[in-house]
Each structure stands twice: as C-alpha cells, then as structure tokens.
C-alpha cells in the first residue's frame, strides 16, 4: 500500500480470502475452458497442410509423421470426450475433493498436451522456410539456435511427449472411472449440457442493459437531482451507500449524465481497488481538463502528488464543479483527494458512491442516501421486465408463475441479481421443469457457499452457465484492473488472437468475437458504458462485484495472472504454469517475474511507466510460445531481432510507442494477425511483412500533428510491393499513396477498413476502382497529398453498400455528384470532410443521407452562408464545424438535426451573429461549444436572448487557451 491505508488493505486482503475459500473448489469450471482450447489448437495443427506437403517431401520421415498424426487425432478426440463430460457435470460435484484433484490433473495435462501442439506446429510450418537438406537435418536436430531450456523439440522428441500424454489421457479416464464417485442429477441426466446447449442460442437476443434496470428510485433520483442542482453555494459532499448490486453506481451515472452540463466542468472517477492517491489525482486532473476542452498540463506524468494537488486546486479554486468518486472503498483513500477538491462558493458538489459504512461520514447526515433493496412488487417487477419483456411479447406462463416468484425473492430484491437470473431465465424454456432446476440449483449454490455474498452467489450461477468459449472470454476480462475499460475492437482483437474465436459459417472471427461481446452485456458480465453514434457497443466495464468473482475463478486455475504493486495475489505467482499475464503496475525488476521456464502466452503491459528497453529482448528470448503482446503506449523504440523466434505470436502491439523500423525477423511471423503500430513513429515496414499472409489488421501510421487539423496531420507507410499477397487484410491503416495507382488494392477483398493518405489527383479513377472491389468495406479514409490536388472520387458511385463511415481529406471536384448518391438502401452514418475547399455549397446534398448521425465539416467550404433546412438530418446527433475564415451564418430551421446532441463551431473568424434557430435544438442539446472565437461573437453571443434561455454552452476565445463557461 503506497498510502495510510494499512487497515484497508487488511480488510480488502480477508475479504479476498473468505471468498477465494468459499469457492475453492470451483476448478472444473474453468479446466472446460483449458481443454476446449487445446481441441481447437490441435484441430489446426492437423489442419496444417505442411505436414502433408512435408510427407512428400521426405519419404523417410513418413512413417513417423503418420504415427505422429494418429497421436494427436487421438489425443483430441478424448480430450473433446472430457470437454462434453465436464460441459454435463452436474454443479453439485464442484464440493466433491476426487473429483477436483482429478480435474485439476486433467487441466495439468490439458496444458502440458498445449506445450507439445506448440512444438509440433513450429517445426511442421517450419518446413516451408527450409530446402530439402536443410529441414531433413531440422527434423532430425531441430532448431540449432535454440538452447537451453526452452530449445524446442525436434520430430524425435515430440514422438514420445505425444505417446506419453495419449497414455496419461487414457489412464486418466481409467482413474476417473476408478476413483470419482459423481453425483448425478435425477431429474434428468443431461441437464448442464441442456442448459449449455440453450445458452448457444443467446447470440441471437440483442442486448439492452443498465438504466432501464432502474426500478424504485424515481424518489432518490428526484433528491440527488435536487441536491446537486440546489442554490446552496458552499461545496457539498453527497454520499450514495449501500451493498454491493444495488444499482449505486448506475444510478449516480444517470444522475451525472442528465446534470453534468448544469456545471462549469465535471469529471468522473472510480477508485480502482488498487488505487493510488497519484492516479487518482492525475485521472481527475485529465478528465476535468478534457471535459473542459483543454489539454491537462504537459508535465503531468512528472508530478508528485503534491504537485498534482496544487494543480487540481488551481483549476477547481473559481469554478463551478461536479465531480463523482464511484465505489470508494476507504475513507483514507480520498482524504487527502478532498484537500485538493476545493471548498468554494460556487455550487459545486462532490458525489461518493460506497460500500462501506465507514466512508458515509464524508457527508452531513442530510445529505446521506442509504439505498434499500427493492420491495417484493419492485423486485417482482424488474424481474418479469428482464425475464419475460413485453417487447417480445413474453408473459410470465400461470403455471410457473409460483416458481418464478420464489426464484425472484431469492435475489432480496437486489437489482442486480434479479436482472441476473431474469436474463438467465429469458433464454430458457418457460416450462415448469426448467424452472424448477434453476430453483434448485440457486437455493444449492445459497445453501452450500454460505459464506459467499449472496449476490456473488447468484452471479456465479450466471457463469456456470456461460458456454465454455464466453467463460475464457469473460475470465480473461478480470485481467484487468477492475475499472479498466475496455473498447469493442481492441477486445475482440485479444480474444481472437487468444483463439477464444471460432469462425461461425459465414461470419467472420470478429463478428463472431462481437457477438460474444453482447452476449456477456447482455447478461450483465460486462457493463455497457458507451455506443457510437449509431448504437454499436463501443466501451464497457466490469461491474466491481462481478470482477471480484470472475478475479477469484481466474486465479485458481492458471489461466492468468495480474500483477499490480500491492499483489493481493503474490502467492499465485509461484505456480510458474500461467498462461496469461497483465501487468497492472510493477514496481520490481521485470526478471523476477518472468521465470526462465516461461510457458506465457500473453503479456499485456498497462503499466506505462515501466522500464521498457530491455522488456522485449526479454521477452523474445525467455518466452518462446508466446501469441499476445501487447505494449501499447510503452515508450519502447527498437524491435529485437529476436522477435522472429516467436513463432507462436498472433498479436504484437506497439501503439504508441517511438518504434521506427522493424527488423527483417518480422518475416518469420507467420503467424501474426495483428500488427499495431498506430500513432509510433514507424515510416516503413521491412519487406518481409508481405510473407505474414495470415494478417488480418494492420496499423502503422505516424501521428504528424495531435489535433488533427492539418491537411497532412498523419503519414502512412509506404507500400511494400506484393502488399497483395495479404488476402486475410481488414484493416489496413495507413497507407502513404504517392504517385502509386494502387490498382491491386482490390484483391484486397476482405478489407473493412482502410486508411490512404498522400494521393494524387491523377490516381483516383484507378484507386476507386480497387475500393468498389471491397465488398465488406465499412470505413474509408482518403487524403489528398497538398492542398490543390483534387479528389474526384465520381467512379466510386455508387460507395460501396456496407460503408459506415466516409473520411475525406483535400479538394473534391464535385461534392455533389459524390455525395448525393444516396440511392437504395446504405449503412453511411458518419462523414468527416476536411480541407474539401468547396464552392458550392454541399449541404442539400448531404442533407440526402438520412441516415447520418455524426458529420464533421473542416474548412469544407468557402461560401458564406449554411442552412439547415426543416426535416434535414433527422437522426444527426453530433455536428462540428470548423475553421471556415468565409462563413459568416448558419441558419438552423425549426425541424432540423430534430436530435443534435452535439454542437460545436470552431474558429469560425467571420461569423458575428449567433446562428438563427440554435434555440430549436435546446429539448435534444446536451453539448454545445464555441472554440476559438473573436470577442465581438462573444458579446453577440452574451447579448443574445435565443441562446441564453436554457442552453448551456461553453467557449474558447481565439488565441487563448482556457475554457470559459457561460453561465445563467
Ligand atoms: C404489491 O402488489 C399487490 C398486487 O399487485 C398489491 O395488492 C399490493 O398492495 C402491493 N404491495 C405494496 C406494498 O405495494
Ligand atoms: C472525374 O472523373 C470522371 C471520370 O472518372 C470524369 O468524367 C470527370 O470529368 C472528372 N471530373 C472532374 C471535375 O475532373
Ligand atoms: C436508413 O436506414 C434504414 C434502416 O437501417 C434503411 O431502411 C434506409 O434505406 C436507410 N436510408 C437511406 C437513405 O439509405
Ligand atoms: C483558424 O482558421 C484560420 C483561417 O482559416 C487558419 O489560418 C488557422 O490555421 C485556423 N486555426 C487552426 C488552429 O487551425
């Protein structure tokens, strides 16, 4: 603990400890998760066509290939028997001391049986790399290069290991057969594959979560609302209390979205368990800045803890501040916070939202709301709106409508878990045996964990439940810090690379991947925080109650481990078997975490902070399987030759960091599929890249100018020839065009996503060509070299039909022909034009894509006058537009951008009349800014009645920096 908080982490640590014993013994569920991705792994190396080619090849190594084959078809078979046989374990066996060490022995092998599939995969592909001679010595001694431990086996050695482990396998199956007595279930022998089977279905149901959850509180909203809004001047501390799956956090979230914009800057925090009184400072700090529009101090990273305190002071000393500290877990954790949380006379508030009764104090007893759990008909209420929404026309059946109620009040009338069961019955059958099993197994689950929170009881039947694939999923969430959040495309990338992912008939790993996504926010494993403009899941959490459960599953079962400073879970890190690591915070040398024996997987480092140059050359040469890295944002600038002898790596992210080459080694990668070197300071990608022909994103972009408002803001790579050769490419961000016609771009065929700076004039027919080739593409980006080339872009009409977002970037030839071919049915909900220069004005014909929801105009057009007409944009939500020196009116009519959220304009020099009609946007208005304007517009604007009847709205003045808030 880096701060007073002894007594805290005393508290926090036997808290931990009386749950990991109560679920002790809960191994099974996760060894499913262990076995199923060895089936998977082996299935691809059988698939390996090398070995065939390689059979050819090698006349006398056949026999042995062959036998070898037999083996691991073998082995995968019994493995995929055990997989079903722990799938239809009935959960009343999990208390049952044989059956755990035998599970736990299956789960050892599980693991070793991955280590040898590795092996075997390594030297099968390694074929391809090598002549006739050069493989046959391979083979027979495998890779010279590699010794010491970790010096893989060549064909002879992996014979036997294959032989060893066909033999435990089988004796394992005898030993069960021996030794474990099983509990079977009497109502019917198949019911947990029953139940597996039902929630393979879930994929199907679209998600809807959280403040539709709220039930019962239009009192307690009504006070909050109140008191924050209230006349009162002095500072004012409100604590939200009460156990864990109340709803606290989600309601003070609905209370901060609707009020937020009533205060001159807000920001939102949640106190990490493993929280630092300096983190928390500095993400206050970067959250109020960025609320406000400003860039927090440059030296930010730099600051003691004193320093940030005095900053944050300065800021808040004459403004008008909201500020939430969600799930505060110890009153010293924000003692010294609320030093800095200056008490000023401007109306501001503080809200706390906590658990734990000692930290109510922070408020005066007035202004102290104690959340009670639902009453019966409140509770009975939400759980028939999750379990049977009337939206799908589903009613509770009479004849287990006695059942049902039972099953509700078990939840006490704790939100949480009655949303929790009402989503897991919604899937199942509504016949009176189904719901009697639930009953039954919830009250065995209260009955037989006593000591377990009640809610984490019920939560953990939710994951019981979860087909193994969502459980490697989910457990691999509470990997992260239990305030991460996580982002939908990074995500998905993760578990794909993991091999979480299987391709499901035409759908692709990704869509795949984001079904998942929704299948576990759907049933509450994961907390929806944010959708794009038009209603795609972008970010989530994992609620705190639900990590801590998922946080104890993971940690007994090798399948990772997270490492932060004050490691409750040191103990876990001598097992030397885990999988999966991700580095919270370190604050030792990174030698004495990763062991020489290194059987990793995945590393993913969050901790900014730590020693960087040597991490690679580290991990390169001491983990050999390795499939995930990911050091995003770590200030690492050389990539190892040594990277090429991760022949297992699928991932490698380098965003953010100051690499600027990779090494030839990168060749060797065959494996990979992604490659991010986004905004890192990467200008070329070594020839080799175009033999990784199993990519599927690529980033490699240099950031020139962090705002984005220069014309060349950013610079792709240039292109390596035979680029083509990717087949598998979906994202390829950026490309650095040059004079180059990219015709070939279109054999590209599964592209989504593509980024192409630098283009001439001249090779635009030739380049929309190749982009109307891409069938899939959603995004596309498109900048011009210089400011007077010009884009004519005519030939790519009509755009593709899947294209969700459109970026355009220099000179068009003709707005109108491009744009308002909005014929037939699209998917286009968001265009970005910048440095467009045009003379017409393009507004009618954007006005024909009806189904925008985020437009952005950037010195788009020379003319002086914008009008929004009646019954345009109907469903725009965020509209920005920027550094037209000309314009000087936009006219908004009534029944226009009818549900604009966001407003802003920028550095508009001529304008000098507050547009006409702004006040018909107030009822959907939730953001409205003015940057960089010029005094006069500023009086207009103070001046100006229309605006100042309701609409708040902050500005910047030309050549200044700080935000301004007008107030009311
Ligand atoms: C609960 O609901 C029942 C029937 O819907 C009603 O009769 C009863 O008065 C309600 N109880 C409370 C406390 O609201
Ligand atoms: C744009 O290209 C099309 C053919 O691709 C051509 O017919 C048209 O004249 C061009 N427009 C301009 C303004 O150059
Ligand atoms: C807007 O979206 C709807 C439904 O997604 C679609 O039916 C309609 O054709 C779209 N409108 C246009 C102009 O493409
Ligand atoms: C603001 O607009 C002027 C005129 O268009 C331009 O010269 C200037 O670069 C713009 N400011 C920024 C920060 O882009």
Redo the contacts with the bound molecule.
């Keep these: 603990m880096s701060l007073n908080g002894a007594g805290y982490a005393v508290e926090r640590y036997t808290q931990a400890t009386l749950v990991r014993s109560a679920i002790r013994l809960d191994k099974n569920q996760m060894s499913e998760a262990v076995i199923l991705l060895v089936v998977k792994k082996i299935g691809v190396a059988l698939g390996n066509e090398a070995i065939n080619q390689a059979a050819s090849y090698f006349q006398k190594y056949v026999a042995q290939l062959t036998e070898l084959q037999g083996s691991m078809g073998r082995i995968r078979r019994e493995l995929r028997l055990m997989h079903e046989f722990l799938s239809r374990m009935d959960i009343r066996n999990r208390k049952n001391k044989m059956y755990e060490i035998w599970v736990e022995d299956v789960r050892m092998l599980a693991h070793q049986i991955e280590d040898i599939v590795d092996d075997y995969s390594h030297l099968v592909s390694h074929k391809i790399k090598h002549d006739d001679t050069g493989w046959a010595t391979y083979l027979k001694k495998g890779f010279k290069r590699m010794k010491g431990p970790n010096a893989l086996l060549s064909l002879n050695r992996i014979a036997p290991s294959v032989k060893e482990a066909e033999a435990n396998l089988v004796h394992l199956f005898q030993a069960k057969e021996r030794w474990v007595r099983m509990v079977a279930d009497e109502t019917s022998g198949e019911s947990s594959c029953y139940i597996v089977e039902a929630s393979r279905h879930l994929a199907s149901i679209s998600c809807s979560l959280s403040e539709e959850d709220l039930v019962g509180v239009d009192e307690n909203r009504r006070r909050l609302c109140e008191w924050l809004a209230g006349d009162k001047l002095e500072r004012e501390v409100i604590v939200l209390h009460g156990m864990g799956g109340l709803g606290k956090t989600t309601l003070a979230a609905n209370v901060y979205r609707n009020e937020r914009e009533k205060f001159e800057c807000h920001a939102w925090v949640s106190i990490s368990q493993t929280y630092s009184i300096k983190n928390i400072l500095k993400c206050l700090i970067i959250e109020l800045f960025r609320n406000a529009k400003q860039n927090p101090p440059a030296n930010i990273e730099d600051m003691k803890t004193e320093g940030l305190q005095d900053e944050l002071k300065a800021f808040l000393r004459d403004r008008k501040y909201l500020v939430i500290l969600d799930d505060v877990w110890a009153p010293e954790a924000i003692g010294n916070l609320f030093g800095a949380l200056v008490s000023n006379l401007k109306g501001s508030r503080v809200l706390v939202t906590t658990r734990i009764n000692g930290v109510t104090h922070l408020a005066f007893p007035d202004k102290r709301i104690m959340l009670e759990p639902l009453?019966?008909?409140e509770s009975?209420e939400l759980f028939c709106k999750t379990a049977f929404p009337r939206e799908k026309k589903l009613e509770c059946p009479t004849e287990v409508t006695q059942l049902a109620y039972q099953i509700a009040s078990k939840c006490k009338g704790v939100p949480l878990a009655t949303v929790s069961v009402g989503r897991l019955l919604l899937v199942r059958d509504k016949t009176e045996e189904e719901f009697r099993r639930i009953h039954n197994q919830l009250d065995w689950e209260l009955i037989n964990n006593p000591s377990m929170e009640h809610v984490r009881n019920i939560l953990y039947l939710s994951y019981i439940y979860l087909p193994t694939q969502l459980k490697s999923c989910f457990l691999y969430c509470s990997l992260f810090p239990d305030d991460y959040l996580f982002t939908r495309k990074k995500l998905v990338r993760w578990w794909i690379a993991e091999g979480f992912v299987e391709k499901r008939g035409g759908s692709t790993m990704e869509e795949v991947a984001e079904g998942y996504l929704k299948e576990l926010v759907h049933l509450n494993m994961l907390q929806l925080v944010e959708r794009n403009s038009f209603g795609r899941i972008k970010a989530f959490r994992m609620h705190d109650i639900v990590h801590e459960l998922a946080v104890d599953l993971c940690r007994r079962e090798c399948f990772g481990v997270s490492y932060s400073c004050e490691n409750k879970h040191v103990e876990f890190l001598e097992e030397k078997d885990e999988r999966r690591m991700v580095i919270h915070r370190l604050d030792k040398d990174i030698n004495q975490v990763i062991s020489s024996e290194c059987r990793l997987r995945s590393f993913i480092a969050l901790d900014k902070a730590m020693p960087s140059s040597t991490l690679l050359p580290l991990l390169a040469e001491k983990c050999r399987y390795m499939s995930v890295l990911e050091l995003s944002g770590l200030p690492i600038d050389n990539v190892p030759d040594a990277i090429g002898d991760l022949f297992n790596l699928r991932h490698l992210g380098l965003r953010d960091s100051n690499v600027k080459l990779l090494p030839n080694s990168i060749e060797k990668l065959s494996n990979l599929l992604t490659l991010d070197l986004c905004t890192s300071e990467i200008q070329e990608l070594p020839r080799g890249i175009i033999k990784l022909n199993k990519l599927r994103h690529l980033f490699a972009e240099k950031a020139n100018d962090r705002s984005g408002r220069q014309l060349r803001c950013r610079t792709g790579v240039c292109i390596p020839r035979g680029l083509k050769n990717l087949r598998e490419l979906q994202t390829l961000q950026a490309l650095q065009a040059q004079d180059e016609p990219l015709s070939w771009l279109g054999e590209l065929r599964q592209m989504r996503s593509i980024k192409i700076w630098d283009v001439k004039g001249s090779c635009c027919e030739c380049l929309c060509e190749s982009l109307r080739q891409m069938e899939f593409l959603s995004y596309l980006s498109i900048a011009a070299s210089d400011e007077n080339e010009i884009l004519n872009l005519s030939s790519l009409n009509p755009l593709p039909s899947n294209l969700e977002k459109l970026r355009l970037r220099g000179r068009l030839a003709q707005a109108s022909m491009l744009l308002g071919a909005a014929g037939g049915q699209n998917h286009l909900h968001s265009i970005h034009l910048s440095w467009s220069q045009l003379v017409d004005d393009p507004l009618p014909s954007l006005s024909r894509w009806s189904n925008l929801t985020d437009l952005l105009l950037n010195r788009a057009y020379v003319g002086d006058e914008l009008v929004f007409r009646h019954g345009w944009f109907p469903t725009l939500k965020e509209l920005y537009v920027g550094d037209m020196p000309h314009l000087k009116r936009i006219e908004i009519q009534q029944g226009s951008m009818a549900s604009l959220q966001q407003l802003y304009l920028v550095n508009l020099s001529s304008m000098m009349e507050v547009p006409p009609g702004i006040e018909f946007l107030t009822s959907t208005l939730k953001s409205l800014g003015f940057a960089e304007i010029t005094q006069q517009f500023l009086a207009a604007l103070h001046q100006c009645s229309r605006i100042n009847c309701g609409i708040r709205w902050w500005y910047t003045l030309l050549g200044e920096d700080r935000t301004q808030e007008a107030l009311m």
């Design positions: 009453s019966q008909n009975w």
